[in-house]
């Protein structure tokens, strides 16, 4: 079965939003839109947005750390937004996994909103229905547009990269090797609610040195001159 | 959570409605007994089917201003193999017609025994709709508390506490309402669904407050760190994303401070516990028709704020990834 998901690289994303404003513009004049706002002039502008990014400092100065943090539904695999919907409104596509809301269905009683513990659901103000994250399903299902397009709009948008789609139930695919390989993890995992997206953490690439390497006796880098007098065997002495 | 007046009313106003159709049932069983003297058909089974109906459409009422497309509400009877708001959606109608059916039954007179239990005991009608609509209320307090009792996520709700606060919050108001009922149409009942409407408070009252004893206690399952998977005991929020507000810090924060709070739980532990109790006391010297009616419209204010407190009080999980707007 296959589960489609993204994958976010917290190594990688810089926080600039493309993703955020990419998400809106596909999203609002798409054939499900419009994503409405509400007094996006004015005061207090509000709106349904099915993409955001947070941005956590960690640790404390001067040992800080910036970490940026792209926030959109996570298409669970075990979705409890879905069986406490009372109209059949929220369902979980058989065939890609990804969780979609029929806005035609939908009776505005938000308790899926309740159910879901990331907070990945909005009511549209004005249309009066639960809106989420369609992993662009009208894009990627597309099969007009060219292979390499099929992709969600965050994830076309990334000018960093840091957004990798694909099937995370196939083993070999781009995804599965980004999680295996580096380290891929789930939001509250405490809950068993299984999210398809993955996260990628931060990663450094340390060298580790030991003192007696940066010291050796016979280092042929040192500046030239007489060997010490013997001090006993040094690690050189017993190790090729 | 953010205490929608809408849902605060609805299960408030439909605790009343079925509280008061079982007190009324229980009055029926009573008199079948012997224990009590029955009482009119008419004049207080009708009535009071009446005015438990009355409560049931005025939560029924109150509810669809919580739904975006109400219109559509019809479709939310489809769901009932997953979902407990479906279920009520359901067994909600089914309990009005029920108590409709018997305050018919009770208003056209059909009382004549349809058959006797050992020759001894007299079914009519109304008592075969009284017991099937009884079941139908204890149904309705169990899906309307499984709504809230079943979301694992918001763990002040996730315990049995919130069934049986449910159940006897109702069913001590109801009794409270039939107290105030019988008082006002002159039925010599206030004793009677008085001292029932103590044992609930009560029973009610050592409930909640083992449940506000439990949530105070309570440690929550997930913490900043699980929620963006970042293992510091120092994360600190500075941008949520946007500036001007969101779906998210509107529905799952109640604004209120630390204070309001507290006072809300003071005054509901007081109306609901204390003033109907003092009230009825004094109604049971005095004999006096208001106080049973006073201590009623006490409690319900009591309920209301009660309800208020048990939104105000639960902490959404997602709360943790809107902690500062900065």
Redesign the interface.
């Known amino acids: 079965m296959t589960q489609l998901a993204l994958v976010i690289d917290l190594n990688v994303c810089v926080g600039c939003?493309a993703c955020?404003t990419s998400c809106k513009e596909w999203q609002t004049s798409g054939w499900a839109g419009p994503l409405t706002d509400h007094?996006p002039y004015d005061k207090?502008?509000?709106?349904?947005?099915f993409n955001?990014?947070?941005?956590?400092?960690?640790?404390?100065f001067p040992r800080t750390e910036?970490?940026h943090?792209p926030?959109s539904c996570l298409h669970c695999e075990e979705p409890?937004c879905v069986?406490?919907?009372?109209?059949?409104?929220s369902y979980k596509r058989e065939d890609n996994g990804v969780v979609l809301v029929d806005y035609d269905?939908?009776?505005?009683?938000?308790?899926c909103?309740?159910?879901?513990?990331?907070?990945m659901?909005?009511?549209d103000?004005h249309?009066?229905?639960m809106k989420k994250c369609t992993l662009c399903i009208d894009r990627i299902t597309d099969e007009s547009l060219p292979e390499a397009e099929r992709k969600p709009a965050c994830v076309l948008a990334c000018p960093t990269s840091a957004r990798l789609f694909g099937d995370v139930h196939d083993p070999d695919s781009e995804v599965s090797l980004a999680i295996r390989e580096n380290g891929g993890?789930?939001?509250?995992?405490?809950?068993g609610t299984k999210p398809a997206n993955h996260?990628l953490?931060?990663r450094k690439t340390r060298i580790q040195i030991f003192e007696d390497e940066l010291v050796r006796a016979d280092n042929p880098l040192r500046k030239e001159g007489p060997l010490p007098a013997a001090e006993g065997e040094t690690l050189d002495d017993v190790a090729f | 959570m953010h205490p929608a007046f809408s849902v605060i009313f609805l299960t408030t106003l439909i605790g009343v409605g079925q509280g008061l159709f079982l007190a009324l049932v229980t009055g029926q069983v009573y008199s079948l007994a012997n224990l009590l003297q029955p009482q009119d058909s008419v004049r207080f089974y009708a009535v009071g089917s009446a005015l438990s109906l009355a409560f049931l459409v005025a939560g029924l009422v109150a509810s669809i201003f919580h739904l975006g497309r109400p219109e559509r509400a019809w479709r939310a009877a489809s769901q009932w193999r997953t979902s407990w708001l479906s279920r009520e959606v359901i067994v909600l109608p089914v309990f009005m017609f029920l108590v409709f059916l018997y305050g018919v039954i009770h208003w056209l007179g059909w009382t004549q025994p349809l058959f006797r239990i050992k020759g001894v005991i007299p079914v009519d009608a109304t008592l075969l709709t009284g017991v099937l609509g009884a079941l139908a209320a204890f149904a309705l307090f169990g899906c309307t508390a499984m709504i809230y009792a079943s979301i694992q996520f918001i763990e002040e709700w996730h315990s049995p506490f919130t069934l049986v606060n449910f159940t006897l919050f109702g069913i001590a108001s109801g009794f409270m309402l039939a107290a105030a009922f019988s008082a006002w149409s002159g039925v010599d009942l206030v004793g009677f669904f008085g001292a029932w409407a103590v044992v609930f408070t009560l029973a009610a009252g050592v409930s909640r407050l083992l449940s506000l004893r439990r949530n105070a206690r309570l440690v929550h399952k997930s913490t900043l760190e699980t929620a963006i998977g970042i293992r510091h005991n120092r994360i600190e929020q500075k941008s949520q994303g946007f500036m001007g507000g969101s779906f998210n810090t509107r529905e799952f924060f109640h604004g209120a401070s630390h204070t309001t709070v507290a006072l809300v739980r003071l005054f509901f532990l007081v109306m609901v516990f204390v003033v109907p109790l003092l009230l009825l006391a004094a109604s049971y010297w005095l004999a006096s028709p208001g106080l049973p009616v006073a201590a009623f419209a006490a409690q319900y204010l009591g309920l209301v704020a009660e309800r208020w407190y048990f939104f105000a009080e639960a902490k959404h999980p997602q709360n943790l990834y809107y902690q500062s707007m900065a």
């Open positions: 939003h955020v007094r207090d502008p509000t709106g349904t947005f955001r990014v947070q941005t956590f400092e960690i640790g404390e910036t970490v943090f926030k409890p069986p406490v919907c009372p109209t059949g409104a269905k939908c009776i505005g009683c938000k308790y909103s309740w159910a879901c513990p990331y907070g659901r909005e009511l103000e249309q009066k229905v993890y789930q939001l509250m995992p405490e809950w996260y953490p931060r």
